[in-house]
């Protein structure tokens, strides 16, 4: 359709068929277009309007017997036929993973110290998938709940404001921020408070992984 389109002299069209006459080609040859070398607006092109499969991030997860848990020789194949800034590679037994669904916190943390690990195979594929999506969680904290919120790495302060509500990004005034690492030391708002812990920030804040927020807001 492109094609017969682009034959009337239309510069825009004529720049997508060019772009589809590569990714095409491309394909052919058996490629994922992720590992082909793209222009920015091109990149954007294949995955926003195109929804190209093979340009997505991908997650490989390589189901081991629990005595390979650090690698073996299927491993090592499959990490060097992947390519390293489009895909992560996780390494995980579901046996193992099924005896550590049982058990509680205690047991959990004494049965992954038996076998050298320090975290539960989900939880590095929850970081993995976190990771190569670009995502980060910042937390808003209450009297009864707490609750965190997902956004993407880089967005400032209104723009995570809006994710709780889009009235809070349109009357952004400011942000108060506890970092995590004070927040945990010092167990509770008020204490980070007194501590003077509590940075006051504006409009142009790049909320970071891990953030204690509360916001300031008028309509």
Known sequence: RTEKAAKYGDAKLK??????SKAKEWLEKGNNISTM???????LYYRKDLQLLTI???IYIANVEEHSLNGNLYVDMLKNSISPDRAELIIISAALEAQLAELNDDEKMMFLKEYGLEEPGLNKLI?????????????????????AWTVRRGWKAP?????????FEKGFIRAEVIKYDEFIHY????ACRDAGKIAIE??????QDGDIMHFRFNV
């Open 15 to 20: 720049k997508e068929m060019d772009s589809l």
């Open 37 to 43: 070398e793209i222009h920015e607006t091109e990149e």
């Open 56 to 58: 997505k991030p991908e």
């Open 127 to 147: 970081k993995a998938a976190y990771h190569i999506l670009d995502l980060i969680t910042f937390f808003t904290v209450g009297e009864k709940e707490v609750k």
């Open 159 to 167: 723009e995570a404001a809006g994710v709780i509500h889009t009235d």
């Open 187 to 190: 167990r509770n708002e008020s």
């Open 202 to 207: 504006g409009k142009d804040y790049i909320v």
